[in-house]
């Protein structure tokens, strides 16, 4: 599986952003996905996951109630809609892929990583 992130950019606090990771290959359908973020000087950290059919998902509880994780297995695609945004969701951005059954939380549980997408939120 590769993947292609993109949607990142500079946006006020209490706005908002969507981010897209765009995957290449035939088992799309069958891998969990994630998004993680990694601000500087800090280690990576999930934000987000989804199972294989987008009926289960998870989020750290600094997102819970203002991002929303969603994919389209039929576009290889998934989204992560960011609302009410705070500088410190400052990072870059990253959608990972696990051919686990069950959404981790751990960066290592990820087996594929796309390239990563800047979001910057002003004060």
């Known amino acids: 599986v590769q993947l292609q992130a993109s949607g990142g950019g500079l946006v006020q606090a209490g706005g908002s952003l969507r981010l897209s990771c765009a995957a290449s290959?035939?088992?799309?359908?069958?891998?969990?996905m994630g998004w993680f973020r990694q601000a500087p000087g800090k280690e990576r950290e999930f934000v987000a996951g989804?199972?294989?059919?987008?009926?289960?998902?998870y989020y750290a509880d600094s997102v819970k109630g203002r991002f929303t994780i969603s994919r389209d297995n039929a576009k290889n695609t998934v989204l992560l809609q960011m609302n009410s945004l705070k500088p410190e969701d400052t990072a870059v951005y990253y959608c990972a892929a696990s051919r686990s059954s069950l959404v981790a939380t751990t960066s290592r549980a990820y087996n594929y990583w796309g390239q990563g997408t800047q979001v910057t939120v002003s004060s």
């Open positions: 989804v199972n294989w059919d987008g009926g289960r998902t």
């Open positions: 290959g035939r088992t799309f359908s069958n891998v969990v």
